[in-house]
Structure formats: C-alpha cells, structure tokens
C-alpha cells in the first residue's frame, strides 16, 4: 500500500518548456488535489478533482491544466513553464469532500529557469 | 472567504517541556479544522481534526487540539515534547456550507523546534 505516489521527485525545466506532473493513489479515493508549496504561503489550491470525470479550478490555476486519468490517476500539466512556477508539488487524495483529512504526496520540487 | 493565521512562524521549547502551536480561523458557515505536520523533504501528513462534538480532540503521536468557538481558535498542543517533534505544522481549514467548502485553507506554516 503504497499510499500517494508522485512522479518525478525533482525537475528543472527552461521558461516555455512543458512537462506532466503525474500522480496515483491507491486508497481508492474519490477526491484528488494539487497544490503548489511557496516559503511563508503555505499550501494553495491549483485543481481539483471532486470525483472522476469532474475537475475544477483551485485558488491559483492559471498556467495549469489537469486530467483525472481514471479513479486512481491525476495529473497536472504546465504547457509553457515560467520562473513564477518554480515551487514544490504537492498531490493529495481524499475519501471525498467535507469532513475527510487528506493524504499528501512526497512531493516533486521544480525549477524553471 | 475563510482564512487561517497561525500567529508564530517559530516555536522553541525544550525537550520535556509542554508544547503549544497557535491557530486561529474565520469562516462563514462551519468550520472544519484541520492539524497537518511536515518532516524536512517530505509531504504533509494528517494528525487530527475537529468536525463536531467533544471541543477536545487527540490525534497521532500524542497531540491534541481544542477547539474554542468563541475564540475562534483550534490550537494544537502536546504535553511533553519530544526532538523528534521537530517539523513544520500546519493548520487548515474547511468552511463547510459556503460557497467555498470545496477548498481547504491552510495556514503559512509554524516551524517547531524542540532542542534535547
């Protein structure tokens, strides 16, 4: 039970480059989550998956696209990456919505120079 | 819009020594309160939560938290920490029955010291 699971762990990309964030869970949860980690912000919301087939914007979507793959897969694309996106990723799933905790990620770290 | 402060970006306690990480919140409808905690390199992990009933509620690892409505507050607490208590902890936040209740608000963040 490998829990959430991010791939890949660092990155460093050049300004309008594009890459894919993947993320899978394996708790059978119904919920997923992105969000981007910056120093003395703590965690906002980038997309979010209520359940499979539906995704919605967070608090700081722009620059971002989401797919939820199927019930256990949800991924986050950057199609033209800018320095304002170096952060560190965090991927989260949930049981659903309301009073259920959700379970984090490792994290993946990136770099746009 | 609900928001979270956690009031101490730093907090240093010796080891043995009761421990208290400050929260307050704001909402519009029903809060649902959230403590989190993150090792170096890693991503975050969930040590408790109040949704209703008793105000008191015990989580992992030996922590709690009150839940105080008319202060608007959910500090976390611990009655004797220990080295390994040393992290980043977060407070978030739910407001359940606005518009915004998909969403949970975190906190900045408070970096927990605890020296041997």
């Known amino acids: 039970n490998a829990g959430v699971t991010q791939t890949p762990k660092f990155q460093v990309l050049k300004t309008g480059q594009s890459m894919t964030l993947q993320c899978a869970q394996d708790m059978n949860h119904n919920s997923m989550y992105w969000y981007r980690q910056d120093p003395g912000m703590g965690l906002r919301l980038i997309y979010y998956s209520a359940s499979e087939g539906t995704t919605d914007k967070g608090e700081v979507p722009n620059g971002y696209n989401v797919s939820r793959l199927n019930k256990r897969e949800f991924s986050l694309r950057l199609e033209s990456a800018a320095p304002s996106q170096t952060s560190v990723y965090f991927c989260?799933?949930?049981?659903?919505?309301?009073?259920?905790?959700?379970?984090f990620g490792p994290g993946t770290r990136l770099t746009v120079t | 819009a609900q928001s979270v402060a956690q009031p101490e970006d730093q907090v240093n306690v010796a080891e043995g020594n009761p421990l208290t990480v400050k929260c307050t919140y704001s909402?519009?409808?029903?809060?649902?309160l959230f403590w989190y905690v993150q090792y170096p390199n890693r991503g975050l992990q969930f040590l408790l939560k109040y949704i209703t009933g008793d105000n008191l509620v015990k989580g992992s690892y030996g922590f709690e938290a009150e839940f105080n409505k008319s202060q608007t507050s959910f500090h976390l607490k611990k009655p004797s920490a220990l080295v390994s208590d040393s992290a980043l902890y977060f407070c978030a936040v739910r407001d359940f029955g606005s518009s915004n209740d998909y969403k949970l608000s975190f906190g900045a963040g408070t970096t927990v010291t605890v020296r041997a």
């Open positions: 989260a799933s949930s049981a659903g919505q309301g009073a259920y905790e959700q379970y």
């Open positions: 909402v519009s409808g029903n809060p649902y």
